[in-house]
C-alpha cells in the first residue's frame, strides 16, 4: 500500500504545500474518508492504481467498481477530474509563446473515446480567452466549415486561433483529411484577419504540432 508520509495529508498540504502530496495522498483528501469496509487510505491507492493503468477518463461506472467507494465518493471524484481537466492544467492567464505552453489546456482531449475538434481563442497578448469545442464524434474533419470554426473566433474577438484535435486511436500522425482541413482553416483566416497560428493533434501518446511537421500548410517553407 502507498503511504508517501507519517503526517497526515490535510497536515501536510498546509505545512508542505499540495505539491508535496503522491497521487493516493491527493486522491484521500478528495474522498475525505473511507467507508465501513476500508480506510480512506485503502481506498485512494485503489483508485490511483486504476487511474494509472486506464487509458482513458474512467465513467462512474469504472468507478463504483471499487469496492467501498460508493456512489457519492465516485462522483465526486468524477468531479474533480473533470474540473482539473477543464480548468486546473494550465493557468489561462499564461501568454502562449510555444505549443507546448497550450498542452496542458487541451489534456482534456487526450483520454475521449471520440474525436473532438477544438478552437482556442487568443487575445492580443497571445493569452487564452476561449477554449470552444466545435464537434464531437465527427469521422470527417473536412466537413466542418470556416463559418462553424471561426464563429467563437468572432464572439471572442479573437485576435489569433489555434485548433486542436484528438485521435483516440493514439497516433499523432496527421491524416490527409487533417491536413485538408487545416489549409482550409488557414486561407480562412486568412481572408478574415485572424491567422491560425497552429493546429495540434492531441492524444493519450503525446501531442504534435502540425505547423511543426507540415509548414508549407501555414505559408512557410519546408
Known amino acids: 500500500m502507498e503511504r508517501c508520509a507519517e503526517k497526515m495529508p490535510r497536515e501536510r498540504i498546509i505545512l508542505e504545500g499540495v505539491e508535496k502530496l503522491c497521487d493516493s495522498e491527493l486522491i484521500s483528501v478528495v474522498l475525505g474518508s473511507g467507508s465501513s469496509r476500508k480506510s480512506v487510505f485503502e481506498l485512494a491507492n485503489e483508485l490511483s492504481l486504476l487511474l494509472k493503468r486506464s487509458e482513458k477518463m474512467p465513467s462512474l461506472d469504472d468507478l463504483v467498481k471499487v469496492s467501498g467507494l460508493g456512489m457519492v465518493k465516485a462522483c465526486q471524484v468524477l468531479a474533480c477530474l473533470e474540473l482539473s481537466s477543464r480548468f486546473l492544467l494550465g493557468g489561462r492567464g499564461a501568454p502562449v509563446t510555444t505549443p507546448s505552453d497550450l498542452v496542458p489546456q487541451l489534456a482534456f482531449l487526450k483520454n475521449q473515446g471520440q474525436e473532438h475538434m477544438v478552437c482556442v481563442c ?8 476561449g477554449v470552444h469545442t466545435l464537434t464531437v464524434g465527427l469521422a470527417n474533419q473536412t466537413q466542418i466549415h470556416p463559418r462553424e470554426a471561426f464563429h467563437w473566433a468572432i464572439h471572442d474577438k479573437a485576435v489569433a486561433v489555434i485548433f486542436a484535435h484528438n485521435h483516440p486511436s493514439g497516433t499523432l500522425q496527421a491524416s490527409p483529411e487533417d491536413l485538408c482541413t487545416t489549409q482550409k482553416l488557414v486561407e480562412a483566416g486568412r481572408i478574415l484577419d485572424i491567422p491560425v497560428l497552429d493546429h495540434l493533434i492531441i492524444s493519450h501518446e503525446g501531442w504534435g504540432s502540425l505547423k511543426s511537421s ?5 505559408g512557410l517553407p519546408r
Open 214 to 218: 507540415h509548414p508549407q500548410y501555414f
Open 122 to 129: 487568443l487575445n492580443g497578448a497571445n493569452r487564452v480567452v
